[in-house]
């Protein structure tokens, strides 16, 4: 820790004398270097963002591109910023005028760089964090009006980077529902290449907000430079990738500021969502463990504690349930091995009770019909059995079949002059308003209040924003819908964080529409897709993985898919594992492999969880899946073997692994065995050194036989 807080210490003190004496800016992590430079014009330009370098190096660097390109001025290119005045004047000029740096907590410090026009009082500060040991970087950015009247934004990025290379290739991530995370790779030729989203709330429906982007050629796992970047916002985004005549890159980050003209009142700020991006010279493997670190640190909610295995009621019972049955399924929780079971919607609504999805929601009490003795009783007998007990909430949404839309139409997004367009039968309320943001955060405070036993929220939101006009926002305002919707939700969630700091709480949106860290500051994990065939999963997960650690992604093992049993485990296995399927139906032979699987999980998921994910061979390129999590200590690994549809034609070669100790011996066993079977790998129980296993590699495919897999537990030996 003193050796961290030295270099830190120096780090500053090396950056604010070569700021003050070569009117250079010097943000620099472990590994990484952003340099940006003060001209004689007082623009301030990127010089240099790649590999650290030494000292005196930073001298050479001269000029650039200007860090935050403005509109209306000689700028010919997509602009970050883009501002109209209250006298029609739709230019701006950012000089530089002062920065300074503090420490952010922990390994962290913060730059910020205050800009200022010439011939208006108006002011744009761009914020740097810089996570040292993780090699993250966080902008962001702060734009005032000091003007006497407002002005309109019309564009509002977060951060812009320049890049010089050769040739560039994008990596995105796209779909729709049950489709999540498709990995596409493309070269970007000339002109502009956009990723966004105008979907309001369910914002990565269709295209997840991160990326990668490789320099001069296509990147590996374990080769190649490039960034990683995604933003910390639940709402619409924008990407723009531009390769210009010169062949330079500039890659535009933040809100979309699409329908979202922004009105900046006199003595406003607007503050921008956090880019957060990572610099990898070794390829996409280092550029996600930087990730996985950072948010573990700081990007997720108790993103360093443990997670429970939880029994879902869904497949069991659907809406269609009694108090009898749900306490039945506790006593089978509890023999699983199960921490928590998790009752999932058809609970509430009397007047319109919630048999369908067509009816009650909005009416969070309930269901007298369902449960005579309310969720009190329910939390007590879940808790007689040693589980904790846990419930589904949609408080953002309404069906027009409910008390709450017959009470308060004017709480609802709704064209006042359309006819309503429902999405799975209902509409989104407006979140804009404060009374809703009460009544939202009622819900969670009223049922935690009176029922402290409950120890865990499954938060949806199943439908995006469509036909969508707010009454409060009225018709001054609603252009800022989607920001202000955005912000509202946040102020929601930040106010169940200061009453409930420690529930943990799953982020969901009908599967994976809502993957990001601006949410995620407040939950402890999200649910990456409805999809949950094994098969499926193992793409959707391998596709989060590159962006998210292990322990934010829910797996859970249910009924779909024809794969056995143990296919399902393994793959639920590599994020944080769940049930959500008919254990009374299972052979003694199924029940008896699934609570000692429970019981492997829990003794080897602190690997998972919290140690560095290698991606050895990919789904991608071929018939099968190999991935590698390692303890910190490199004392543990987990390895997992999946086949995908593989035939007698496949070839599997031996797999090198990846991040071990090579000084180090490792035993290596196949563990999560269905009853009765033993290890078919030549290698179980035996030792290799950690140099045989990085350079000769294992044999972890003894057959091709389709949709099968393997878990192998490697063990540093004394």
Known sequence: MKKCICTLVCSVLAFLLHAQSDRQILLETKNTALLLSIGANQRVTQSYFGKKLQPADYALLKGGREVYLTAGMENQNEPAIRVVHADGNPSLEL?????????????????????????????????????????????????????????????????????????YWLTQFHGDWAREMNMVEEQLSNGIKTLESKLGTRSNFYQTQVFFVSLDKPSTETDGELIAGTLNWTGNFRYSFEIDQRNGLRVLSGINPFASEYALQ??????????????????????????????????????????????????????????NRLVELFGEAKKLGADLFLLDDGWFGNKYPRNDDKNGLGDWQEDKAKLPSGLGYLVKEAEKQGVKFGIWLEPEMVNPKSELYEQHPDWILKLPNRPENYGRNQLVLDLTNPKVQDFVFSI???????????????????????????????????????????????????????????????????????TDYGALKYFTEFWPSDNTDPLS???IQWGYSY????????????????????????????????????????????????????????????????????????????????????????????????????????????????GLDPKKKYRIKEINLFPGTTSAMADH??????????????????????????????????
Not at 111 to 130: A, C, H, M
Not at 465 to 474: E, F
Request: hydrophobic fraction near 35%.
């Open 685 to 718: 129980d035996k030792v290799f050194s950690g140099e045989y296993l990085l350079q000769a590699g294992l044999n972890l495919s003894v057959r091709t036989t389709p949709l099968t897999s393997n878990v192998y537990e490697l063990t540093a030996e004394p």
């Open 547 to 658: 962006f998210f650690p292990a322990n934010t992604m829910a797996a859970h093992i249910t009924g779909m898919g024809k794969q056995s049993l143990k296919y399902k485990t393994d793959v639920a296995m590599m994020g944080r594992m769940g049930y959500d399927i008919r254990t009374n139906n299972f052979t003694p032979q199924e029940l008896q492999f699934s609570e000692e699987a429970v019981k492997t999980y829990k003794r080897i998921s602190p690997v998972i969880w919290h140690g560095d994910l290698y991606r050895l061979v990919s789904p991608y390129e071929n018939n099968r899946a190999v991935l590698m999590y390692i303890s910190k200590d490199q004392n543990q690994a987990i390895l997992f073997n999946y086949h995908l549809n593989s035939t007698r034609s496949d070839v599997f070669g031996k797999v090198r692994l990846q």
């Open 537 to 539: 999963r193992i793409y």
């Open 95 to 167: 000089q530089y005028v002062a920065h300074k740096t503090i420490s952010s907590g922990g390994d962290s410090i913060t730059t910020s760089i205050l800009l200022r026009d010439p011939q208006y009082p108006f002011e744009v500060t761009l914020y740097y964090t810089l996570y040292y040991n993780e090699d993250v970087i966080k902008a962001w950015t702060e734009i005032r009006n000091n003007e006497k009247k407002p002005v309109q934004l019309t564009a509002y990025a977060s951060s812009l980077l320049h890049f010089n290379a050769n040739a």
């Open 266 to 323: 006199p003595a406003e700020t607007f503050t921008t969502p956090a880019f957060l991006f990572t610099w990898s010279g070794n390829g996409k493997g280092l550029a996600s463990r930087n990730l996985h670190n950072w948010a573990r640190n700081y990007g997720v909610m108790d993103g360093n504690g443990n997670r429970m295995v939880l029994l879902n009621n869904w497949e069991a019972t659907d809406v269609r349930f009694n108090e």
């Open 444 to 514: 969670v405070d009223n049922m935690l209040t009176k029922t402290p036993g409950i120890a865990f929220i499954k938060w949806d939101c199943n439908r995006s924003m469509t036909n969508a006009w707010s009454p409060y926002l009225g018709s001054s305002r609603q252009s800022q819908l989607y920001i202000e919707y955005t912000r509202s939700f946040y102020k929601v969630m930040a106010r169940i964080r200061a009453k409930y700091p420690t529930l943990p709480i799953m982020l969901c949106s009908g599967g994976g529409g809502r």
